[in-house]
Nanobody
Framework: QVQLVESGGGLVQPGGSLRLSCAAS????????INWYRQAPGEQHELVAS???????DYEDPVKNRFTISRDLAKNTVYLQMNSLKPEDTAVYFC?????????WGQGTQVTVSS
């Protein structure tokens, strides 16, 4: 089992930056992949970025070259650095761990981009 706790959300102006954190309850290098999803009001969950157990990263087109996923193995924490934020990035952001057998979701953190 994996518990995930996200933090770092908030209100930011367009063009601003935020860094989200996802603290895991176990060794993240043993987890197949940790993903960041987001859900805007009235929309489905949308994959944003992923990092594999080997450190490979992938990004969806809407966030490429603006968002960076990274990790600190010593802290069992995954980060999502979000730059050049746009109003359409407004959503609840979720950290999701895929162990290969099970998928675990965090509680989410709200990101609001507005002037």
């Amino acid at each position: 089992q994996v518990q995930l706790v996200e933090s770092g959300g908030g209100l930011v102006q367009p063009g601003g930056s935020l860094r989200l954190s996802c603290a895991a309850s176990r060794d993240i290098s043993s987890i197949n992949a940790i993903n960041w999803y987001r859900q805007a009001p009235g929309e489905q969950h949308e994959l944003v970025a992923s990092i594999s157990s080997g450190g490979r990263t992938d990004y969806e087109d809407p966030v490429k070259n603006r968002f960076t996923i990274s990790r600190d193995l010593a802290k069992n924490t995954v980060y999502l650095q979000m730059n050049s934020l746009k109003p359409e990035d407004t959503a609840v952001y979720f950290c999701v761990a895929n162990t290969g057998l099970y998928i675990y979701w965090g509680q989410g953190t709200q990101v609001t981009v507005s002037s």
